[in-house]
Structure formats: structure tokens, C-alpha cells
Nanobody, 120 residues
């Protein structure tokens, strides 16, 4: 059982910055990777960025060079630094934690979501 609590969302002007935080609790030792997804209004949820326990990162093309994901393993917290924000970044952002239950079988845990709104 893993619980995720997100913070840091809000309203920002285009070109501004926000930093999202996600704190994991519960069986955090089982987590293999964490990441951020987002869901714009009326659209499907999409991957934004992920980071593994080994520090490997992955980003969707639209945020490369603007967003940076990092993880504090000791605190079981993942961050998303978002710079040069654009109106198209407006979405509900969800924290994700993944654990391997059995070889080849993974479970995903999700935060409640935090709203990010970028004004023109």
C-alpha cells in the first residue's frame, strides 16, 4: 500500500515557473520508479516525465528542455520543476509510483491530482 500526496500546483503566467512535489508514504521501499502524468481538459492522460531508482529519466518531447524531474529517495519524494510554461501545459497533473509485485507484474499508484493553469 502506497499513498501519494501532491502539492505545488496553481496559476502562473506564460513563461513562468512552478515546482510540483509528491510525497510517498506507506510501503515506499517497494517503489521502483516515480513520475508525473497530466490530463488536459477533455483529453486523455499522458506521460510527462519519469525517474527510476537508478536515476534514469524520461520526458515527453513537448517538455524536454523545460521540465526537470528529480527524486529524493531518502524522503520518498519526487519533484517536477516546470520552467518556461506554456498555455498548452494547462492540465491536472498526477503523481505516479510504480512497484513490481511479481516479476513481469507491476502496480501503479496515483496521487489525487493537482491543477496547473498557465494563463496567456
Amino acid at each position: 500500500q502506497v499513498q501519494l500526496v501532491e502539492s505545488g500546483g496553481g496559476l502562473v503566467q506564460a513563461g513562468g515557473s512552478l515546482r510540483l512535489s509528491c510525497a510517498a508514504s506507506g510501503s515506499t521501499s517497494s517503489i521502483n520508479a516515480m513520475g508525473w502524468y497530466r490530463q488536459p481538459p477533455g483529453k486523455q492522460r499522458e506521460l510527462v516525465a519519469t525517474v527510476t531508482n537508478g536515476g534514469r529519466t524520461n520526458y515527453v518531447d513537448s517538455v524536454k528542455g523545460r521540465f526537470t524531474i528529480s527524486r529524493d529517495n531518502a524522503e520518498s519524494t519526487v519533484y517536477l520543476q516546470m520552467n518556461s510554461l506554456k498555455p498548452e501545459d494547462t492540465a491536472v497533473y498526477y503523481c505516479n509510483a510504480r512497484e513490481t509485485v511479481v516479476a513481469g507484474i507491476q502496480w501503479d499508484y496515483w496521487g489525487q491530482g493537482t491543477q496547473v493553469t498557465v494563463s496567456t
